[in-house]
Protein backbone atom coordinates (compact mmCIF):
# COMPACT_ATOMS: atom_id res chain seq x y z
CA UNK A 1 0.00 0.00 0.00
CA UNK A 2 1.14 3.63 -0.89
CA UNK A 3 1.24 6.08 1.79
CA UNK A 4 0.54 9.96 1.19
CA UNK A 5 2.87 12.70 2.11
CA UNK A 6 2.36 13.53 6.17
CA UNK A 7 1.79 17.37 6.38
CA UNK A 8 3.39 17.50 10.42
CA UNK A 9 7.24 18.17 10.49
CA UNK A 10 9.83 15.50 11.26
CA UNK A 11 6.85 12.51 11.29
CA UNK A 12 7.53 9.19 9.38
CA UNK A 13 6.60 8.03 5.88
CA UNK A 14 4.33 5.01 5.74
CA UNK A 15 7.23 2.67 5.70
CA UNK A 16 9.21 1.45 2.61
CA UNK A 17 12.76 -0.75 1.76
CA UNK A 18 15.53 1.99 0.98
CA UNK A 19 16.53 -0.64 -1.87
CA UNK A 20 13.73 0.15 -3.84
CA UNK A 21 13.51 3.48 -4.14
CA UNK A 22 13.76 5.05 -7.99
CA UNK A 23 14.25 9.06 -8.12
CA UNK A 24 13.90 10.48 -11.52
CA UNK A 25 15.76 14.12 -10.64
CA UNK A 26 15.26 15.54 -13.93
CA UNK A 27 10.98 15.51 -13.97
CA UNK A 28 11.44 15.70 -10.28
CA UNK A 29 8.88 12.42 -9.79
CA UNK A 30 10.04 9.94 -6.33
CA UNK A 31 8.36 6.68 -6.16
CA UNK A 32 9.00 5.24 -3.00
CA UNK A 33 7.72 1.40 -3.05
CA UNK A 34 7.93 0.27 0.46
CA UNK A 35 7.34 -2.76 3.28
CA UNK A 36 6.90 -3.16 6.70
CA UNK A 37 10.76 -3.84 7.61
CA UNK A 38 12.04 -0.45 6.60
CA UNK A 39 11.19 2.72 6.84
CA UNK A 40 12.64 6.29 5.22
CA UNK A 41 12.06 9.79 7.11
CA UNK A 42 11.99 12.96 5.47
CA UNK A 43 15.29 13.81 6.32
CA UNK A 44 16.81 10.92 3.97
CA UNK A 45 15.25 11.93 1.10
CA UNK A 46 17.80 14.42 -0.11
CA UNK A 47 20.74 12.24 1.12
CA UNK A 48 19.11 9.72 -1.30
CA UNK A 49 18.38 11.93 -4.37
CA UNK A 50 22.04 13.19 -3.73
CA UNK A 51 23.63 9.26 -4.01
CA UNK A 52 21.67 8.94 -7.23
CA UNK A 53 23.38 12.12 -8.80
CA UNK A 54 26.56 11.11 -7.82
CA UNK A 55 25.96 7.63 -9.28
CA UNK A 56 24.82 9.57 -13.03
CA UNK A 57 28.04 11.57 -12.47
CA UNK A 58 29.88 8.58 -12.43
CA UNK A 59 27.89 6.91 -15.37
CA UNK A 60 28.62 10.02 -17.55
CA UNK A 61 32.55 10.28 -16.57
CA UNK A 62 33.26 6.42 -17.05
CA UNK A 63 30.69 6.95 -20.70
CA UNK A 64 33.02 9.62 -21.22
CA UNK A 65 36.52 7.93 -20.41
CA UNK A 66 35.25 4.72 -22.35
CA UNK A 67 34.87 7.33 -25.54
CA UNK A 68 38.53 9.14 -25.04
CA UNK A 69 40.06 5.59 -25.04
CA UNK A 70 38.34 4.07 -27.72
CA UNK A 71 38.81 7.54 -30.01
CA UNK A 72 42.48 7.34 -28.68
CA UNK A 73 42.69 3.28 -29.79
CA UNK A 74 41.41 4.27 -33.04
CA UNK A 75 43.51 6.89 -33.98
CA UNK A 76 46.81 4.82 -32.74
CA UNK A 77 45.64 1.97 -34.94
CA UNK A 78 45.53 4.28 -38.20
CA UNK A 79 48.66 5.63 -37.52
CA UNK A 80 49.90 2.21 -37.31
CA UNK A 81 48.22 1.08 -40.38
CA UNK A 82 49.36 4.32 -42.09
CA UNK A 83 52.99 2.95 -41.01
CA UNK A 84 52.49 -0.35 -41.54
CA UNK A 85 51.27 0.40 -45.18
CA UNK A 86 54.57 2.53 -45.50
CA UNK A 87 56.82 0.05 -44.25
CA UNK A 88 55.21 -2.68 -46.72
CA UNK A 89 55.68 -0.10 -49.87
CA UNK A 90 59.47 0.32 -48.61
CA UNK A 91 59.94 -3.58 -48.57
CA UNK A 92 58.10 -4.01 -52.05
CA UNK A 93 60.77 -1.98 -53.77
CA UNK A 94 63.64 -3.14 -51.73
CA UNK A 95 62.82 -6.41 -52.76
CA UNK A 96 62.13 -5.23 -56.34
CA UNK A 97 65.43 -3.51 -56.06
CA UNK A 98 67.36 -6.80 -54.49
CA UNK A 99 65.66 -8.77 -57.43
CA UNK A 100 67.33 -6.68 -60.08
CA UNK A 101 70.70 -7.01 -58.65
CA UNK A 102 70.88 -10.93 -58.19
CA UNK A 103 69.79 -11.17 -61.86
CA UNK A 104 72.67 -8.59 -62.78
CA UNK A 105 74.83 -10.86 -60.47
CA UNK A 106 73.65 -13.72 -62.04
CA UNK A 107 74.49 -12.58 -65.81
CA UNK A 108 77.70 -11.74 -64.63
CA UNK A 109 78.56 -15.19 -63.06
CA UNK A 110 77.66 -16.80 -66.48
CA UNK A 111 79.70 -14.16 -68.36
CA UNK A 112 82.56 -14.61 -66.42
CA UNK A 113 82.57 -18.78 -66.35
CA UNK A 114 81.91 -18.12 -70.19
CA UNK A 115 85.36 -16.26 -70.37
CA UNK A 116 86.83 -18.27 -68.24
CA UNK A 117 86.04 -21.18 -70.14
CA UNK A 118 87.21 -20.09 -73.29
CA UNK A 119 90.60 -19.37 -71.90
CA UNK A 120 91.46 -21.94 -70.39
CA UNK A 121 90.18 -24.02 -73.61
CA UNK A 122 92.65 -21.98 -75.80
CA UNK A 123 95.74 -22.71 -72.46
CA UNK A 124 95.08 -26.28 -72.95
CA UNK A 125 96.39 -26.55 -76.66
CA UNK A 126 99.26 -25.08 -76.09
CA UNK A 127 100.27 -26.81 -72.57
CA UNK A 128 99.31 -30.05 -74.39
CA UNK A 129 101.46 -29.21 -77.12
CA UNK A 130 104.34 -28.88 -74.79
CA UNK A 131 103.64 -32.05 -73.22
CA UNK A 132 103.62 -33.95 -76.51
CA UNK A 133 107.13 -32.22 -77.35
CA UNK A 134 108.85 -33.35 -73.98
CA UNK A 135 107.40 -36.65 -74.22
CA UNK A 136 109.32 -37.17 -77.82
CA UNK A 137 112.36 -35.78 -76.32
CA UNK A 138 112.68 -37.82 -73.79
CA UNK A 139 112.22 -40.96 -76.23
CA UNK A 140 115.35 -39.96 -78.15
CA UNK A 141 118.30 -41.59 -77.58
CA UNK A 142 122.04 -40.08 -76.38
CA UNK A 143 120.28 -37.56 -73.64
CA UNK A 144 122.27 -37.82 -70.21
CA UNK A 145 120.24 -38.51 -66.95
CA UNK A 146 120.31 -34.60 -66.22
CA UNK A 147 118.27 -33.66 -69.40
CA UNK A 148 116.36 -36.25 -68.53
CA UNK A 149 115.78 -35.53 -65.14
CA UNK A 150 114.85 -31.53 -66.48
CA UNK A 151 112.30 -32.81 -69.46
CA UNK A 152 110.85 -35.03 -66.77
CA UNK A 153 110.20 -31.83 -64.29
CA UNK A 154 108.89 -29.63 -67.38
CA UNK A 155 106.55 -32.59 -68.66
CA UNK A 156 105.26 -33.10 -64.99
CA UNK A 157 104.76 -29.51 -64.50
CA UNK A 158 102.87 -29.67 -67.85
CA UNK A 159 99.98 -32.48 -66.65
CA UNK A 160 99.60 -30.30 -63.57
CA UNK A 161 98.96 -27.54 -65.49
CA UNK A 162 96.09 -29.46 -67.84
CA UNK A 163 95.09 -31.33 -65.03
CA UNK A 164 94.42 -27.80 -63.67
CA UNK A 165 92.66 -26.50 -66.81
CA UNK A 166 90.78 -29.94 -67.27
CA UNK A 167 89.36 -29.00 -63.59
CA UNK A 168 88.39 -25.45 -64.47
CA UNK A 169 86.46 -26.62 -67.59
CA UNK A 170 84.05 -29.31 -65.58
CA UNK A 171 80.58 -28.01 -64.55
CA UNK A 172 80.85 -30.10 -61.36
CA UNK A 173 83.07 -28.04 -58.62
CA UNK A 174 83.74 -31.84 -56.76
CA UNK A 175 86.73 -33.30 -57.86
CA UNK A 176 85.53 -36.17 -60.76
CA UNK A 177 88.46 -36.86 -62.53
CA UNK A 178 89.68 -40.36 -63.09
CA UNK A 179 91.11 -41.96 -59.92
CA UNK A 180 93.78 -45.00 -60.17
CA UNK A 181 96.19 -46.48 -57.92
CA UNK A 182 99.00 -44.74 -57.27
CA UNK A 183 102.24 -45.10 -55.46
CA UNK A 184 102.44 -42.14 -53.14
CA UNK A 185 105.71 -42.27 -52.43
CA UNK A 186 106.93 -41.73 -55.78
CA UNK A 187 104.32 -38.97 -56.44
CA UNK A 188 106.43 -37.88 -53.35
CA UNK A 189 109.53 -38.10 -54.76
CA UNK A 190 108.12 -36.01 -57.93
CA UNK A 191 107.21 -33.28 -55.83
CA UNK A 192 110.81 -33.33 -54.38
CA UNK A 193 112.13 -32.79 -57.61
CA UNK A 194 109.92 -30.40 -58.95
CA UNK A 195 110.22 -27.75 -55.68
CA UNK A 196 113.86 -28.55 -55.07
CA UNK A 197 115.26 -25.98 -57.18
CA UNK A 198 112.83 -22.99 -55.12
CA UNK A 199 114.32 -24.10 -52.29
CA UNK A 200 117.87 -24.05 -52.88
CA UNK A 201 117.34 -20.53 -53.71
CA UNK A 202 117.05 -19.74 -50.40
CA UNK A 203 119.51 -22.18 -49.41
CA UNK A 204 117.11 -24.69 -47.77
CA UNK A 205 116.98 -28.74 -48.25
CA UNK A 206 114.41 -30.94 -48.30
CA UNK A 207 114.78 -33.91 -46.31
CA UNK A 208 112.40 -37.08 -46.80
CA UNK A 209 111.68 -40.59 -45.08
CA UNK A 210 109.65 -42.39 -47.84
CA UNK A 211 107.93 -45.96 -47.22
CA UNK A 212 106.24 -47.15 -50.02
CA UNK A 213 102.73 -47.04 -49.76
CA UNK A 214 99.96 -47.24 -52.87
CA UNK A 215 96.45 -45.18 -52.39
CA UNK A 216 93.45 -44.82 -54.50
CA UNK A 217 93.08 -41.13 -55.97
CA UNK A 218 93.97 -38.79 -58.71
CA UNK A 219 97.96 -38.43 -59.32
CA UNK A 220 97.58 -34.52 -60.47
CA UNK A 221 95.63 -34.02 -57.56
CA UNK A 222 97.95 -35.62 -55.32
CA UNK A 223 100.56 -33.37 -56.38
CA UNK A 224 98.89 -30.05 -56.25
CA UNK A 225 97.99 -31.09 -52.33
CA UNK A 226 101.60 -31.97 -51.76
CA UNK A 227 102.85 -29.13 -53.73
CA UNK A 228 100.65 -26.78 -51.86
CA UNK A 229 102.71 -27.50 -48.15
CA UNK A 230 106.02 -27.73 -50.09
CA UNK A 231 105.30 -24.34 -51.31
CA UNK A 232 104.68 -22.91 -48.17
CA UNK A 233 107.18 -24.64 -45.88
CA UNK A 234 109.54 -22.90 -48.63
CA UNK A 235 107.94 -19.65 -48.30
CA UNK A 236 107.16 -19.21 -44.43
CA UNK A 237 110.67 -21.15 -43.74
CA UNK A 238 113.83 -19.06 -43.24
CA UNK A 239 116.85 -19.47 -45.07
CA UNK A 240 119.77 -22.08 -44.75
CA UNK A 241 116.44 -23.60 -43.07
CA UNK A 242 115.67 -27.56 -43.70
CA UNK A 243 112.29 -28.66 -44.58
CA UNK A 244 111.41 -32.41 -43.50
CA UNK A 245 108.73 -34.75 -45.76
CA UNK A 246 107.69 -37.70 -44.03
CA UNK A 247 105.43 -40.63 -44.54
CA UNK A 248 104.09 -43.16 -41.77
CA UNK A 249 102.06 -45.99 -42.86
CA UNK A 250 99.42 -47.43 -40.56
CA UNK A 251 97.36 -50.89 -40.63
CA UNK A 252 94.53 -48.78 -42.37
CA UNK A 253 95.80 -45.20 -43.44
CA UNK A 254 99.12 -42.91 -44.20
CA UNK A 255 99.96 -40.20 -43.06
CA UNK A 256 102.17 -37.47 -45.07
CA UNK A 257 103.69 -34.58 -42.97
CA UNK A 258 105.57 -31.57 -44.43
CA UNK A 259 107.40 -30.16 -41.23
CA UNK A 260 109.40 -26.15 -41.75
CA UNK A 261 110.72 -24.18 -39.17
CA UNK A 262 109.55 -21.19 -39.49
CA UNK A 263 107.32 -18.59 -37.27
CA UNK A 264 104.48 -20.71 -37.28
CA UNK A 265 100.81 -19.76 -37.75
CA UNK A 266 99.44 -16.43 -36.68
CA UNK A 267 96.35 -17.23 -33.72
CA UNK A 268 93.98 -15.04 -35.90
CA UNK A 269 94.43 -17.42 -38.29
CA UNK A 270 94.47 -20.76 -37.04
CA UNK A 271 91.06 -21.20 -37.05
CA UNK A 272 90.60 -19.84 -40.83
CA UNK A 273 93.25 -21.49 -42.38
CA UNK A 274 91.80 -24.27 -44.38
CA UNK A 275 88.97 -21.66 -45.62
CA UNK A 276 88.33 -20.19 -49.42
CA UNK A 277 87.83 -16.62 -47.94
CA UNK A 278 90.29 -16.56 -45.22
CA UNK A 279 92.34 -13.50 -47.06
CA UNK A 280 95.16 -13.16 -48.36
CA UNK A 281 98.32 -14.46 -45.74
CA UNK A 282 101.53 -13.81 -44.55
CA UNK A 283 104.44 -12.87 -46.66
CA UNK A 284 107.06 -15.16 -47.14
CA UNK A 285 110.77 -14.97 -45.64
CA UNK A 286 111.94 -13.67 -49.19
CA UNK A 287 108.59 -11.38 -49.61
CA UNK A 288 106.74 -14.06 -51.33
CA UNK A 289 102.79 -13.03 -51.47
CA UNK A 290 99.94 -15.65 -49.80
CA UNK A 291 96.69 -15.89 -51.39
CA UNK A 292 95.54 -18.20 -48.90
CA UNK A 293 93.63 -20.47 -51.28
CA UNK A 294 96.31 -23.31 -51.55
CA UNK A 295 95.03 -25.43 -48.02
CA UNK A 296 91.41 -24.20 -48.72
CA UNK A 297 92.24 -26.53 -52.41
CA UNK A 298 94.00 -29.13 -50.31
CA UNK A 299 91.31 -29.69 -48.43
CA UNK A 300 88.43 -30.32 -50.86
CA UNK A 301 90.50 -32.20 -52.86
CA UNK A 302 91.87 -34.75 -50.04
CA UNK A 303 87.95 -34.80 -48.93
CA UNK A 304 87.04 -36.20 -51.86
CA UNK A 305 88.96 -39.28 -50.99
CA UNK A 306 87.97 -39.52 -47.70
CA UNK A 307 91.10 -37.55 -46.26
CA UNK A 308 91.66 -35.27 -43.97
CA UNK A 309 94.01 -32.55 -43.40
CA UNK A 310 95.64 -30.67 -40.07
CA UNK A 311 98.36 -28.81 -38.55
CA UNK A 312 100.54 -29.49 -35.56
CA UNK A 313 102.78 -26.65 -33.71
CA UNK A 314 106.52 -28.29 -33.81
CA UNK A 315 108.41 -28.20 -30.46
CA UNK A 316 111.11 -25.67 -30.95
CA UNK A 317 109.64 -23.44 -33.48
CA UNK A 318 107.90 -24.23 -36.94
CA UNK A 319 104.70 -26.12 -37.98
CA UNK A 320 103.72 -29.42 -39.42
CA UNK A 321 100.94 -29.73 -41.98
CA UNK A 322 100.10 -33.20 -42.09
CA UNK A 323 97.07 -35.12 -44.51
CA UNK A 324 95.63 -38.32 -44.11
CA UNK A 325 94.66 -41.21 -46.75
CA UNK A 326 93.41 -44.46 -46.56
CA UNK A 327 95.29 -47.24 -47.93
CA UNK A 328 94.09 -49.07 -50.66
CA UNK A 329 92.06 -51.67 -50.28
CA UNK A 330 93.32 -55.08 -51.56
CA UNK A 331 90.35 -55.73 -54.07
CA UNK A 332 90.97 -52.74 -55.52
CA UNK A 333 94.40 -53.09 -56.31
CA UNK A 334 93.83 -56.65 -57.29
Known amino acids: MIGCRQSVAGKLYPPINKSQIWVNYPLRFTYLLYNNNNAVSRQDIPAIVSGNKKVTNLYFIGTALAIF ?11 TLRKSKANVAKLNRLNLQLSDTVGELRQMQQENQALLKVVTHDLRNPIGGIN ?37 LETNPEVSMTCTNVRLDLVLLECIALFDYKATLKGQIIVHQLDEATVYANRSELIRVVGNLLANAIKFSPFESKIFLSMDVFEEEIEVAVR ?65 LPLVNEQIFD
Open 69 to 79: ISLFFIVYMLR
Open 132 to 168: TIIGLMMEESGRDADDLETLQIIKSSGEVALSLIEKL
Open 260 to 324: DQGAGIPKDKRKTIFDMDSGPGELGTDGEKSFGIGLSISKKILRAYNGTIGFRDVEGGGTEFYFV
